[in-house]
T-cell receptor, first 114, second 115 residues
Framework: EPEVTQTPSHQVTQMGQEVILRCVPI?????FYWYRQILGQKVEFLVS????????KSEIFDDQFSVERPDGSNFTLKIRSTKLEDSAMYFC????????????FGPGTRLLVL | AQSVTQPDIHITVSEGASLELRCNYS??????LFWYVQSPGQGLQLLLK??????LVQGIKGFEAEFKRSQSSFNLRKPSVHWSDAAEYFC?????????????FGKGTTLSVSS
């Protein structure tokens, strides 16, 4: 069964550094998403992406965040200048067009900002 | 405001016993509803979804859920729990018929299974 994959599984970085989290969505999906889960809190939506542009974003997704689909398979989340409060599990998801099909999640990248 | 409430933070069930995990939602329009499961070290796996039609939906691993519009609920059930069902379960709601939209998650319920 096709799966969403994410790399790395864990990342430790210093405050102020840039990080890039990578995802390979399911190959015939057209919508891509990033969510995050701060330890002990809810899974929160960051951004959705379709046809090479942002479809929807939350208020969390400010100027320090950006997304890109650099090629036909990868989908990336860049955090430009990390803060301590960016420490979280970041999930990538993908879906078919049409919300009724559901979103399929990857295993997550645990980001720790020191 | 749109929200999902899972009233039970942690539930312990004996192996072989039945299970019901509660989910209540607040949403301005007709929602799509989902249940996800997360095992330790794993991603969120889609268990089942409701978007229209029969209010009792079947999912993977023997789970089912019932949509009750009058109660704004979408409770997850399983008639006989297995030790491998121990995990965290998340209820989520999305906008009806709107692709690319955010899912709103509840805080999750941790299920422990005792022998």
């Amino acid at each position: 069964e096709p799966e969403v994959t994410q790399t790395p599984s864990h990342q430790v970085t210093q405050m102020g550094q840039e990080v890039i989290l990578r995802c390979v969505p399911i190959s015939n999906h057209l919508y891509f998403y990033w969510y995050r889960q701060i330890l002990g809190q809810k899974v929160e939506f960051l951004v959705s992406f379709y046809n090479n542009e942002i479809s929807e974003k939350s208020e969390i997704f400010d100027d320090q965040f950006s997304v890109e689909r650099p090629d036909g398979s990868n989908f990336t989340l860049k955090i430009r200048s990390t803060k301590l409060e960016d420490s979280a599990m970041y999930f990538c998801a993908s879906s078919f067009p049409g919300a009724k099909w559901g979103q399929y999640f990857g295993p997550g990248t645990r980001l720790l900002v020191l | 405001a749109q929200s999902v409430t899972q009233p039970d933070i942690h539930i312990t069930v004996s192996e072989g016993a039945s299970l019901e995990l509660r989910c209540n939602y607040s949403y301005g329009a007709t929602p799509y509803l989902f249940w996800y499961v997360q095992s330790p070290g794993q991603g969120l796996q889609l268990l089942l979804k409701y978007f229209s039609g029969d209010t009792l939906v079947q999912g993977i691993k023997g789970f089912e859920a019932e949509f009750k519009r009058s109660q704004s609920s979408f409770n997850l059930r399983k008639p006989s729990v297995h030790w491998s069902d121990a995990a965290e379960y998340f209820c989520a709601v999305g906008a009806h018929n709107q692709a690319g939209t955010a899912l709103i998650f509840g805080k999750g319920t941790t299920l422990s299974v005792s022998s």
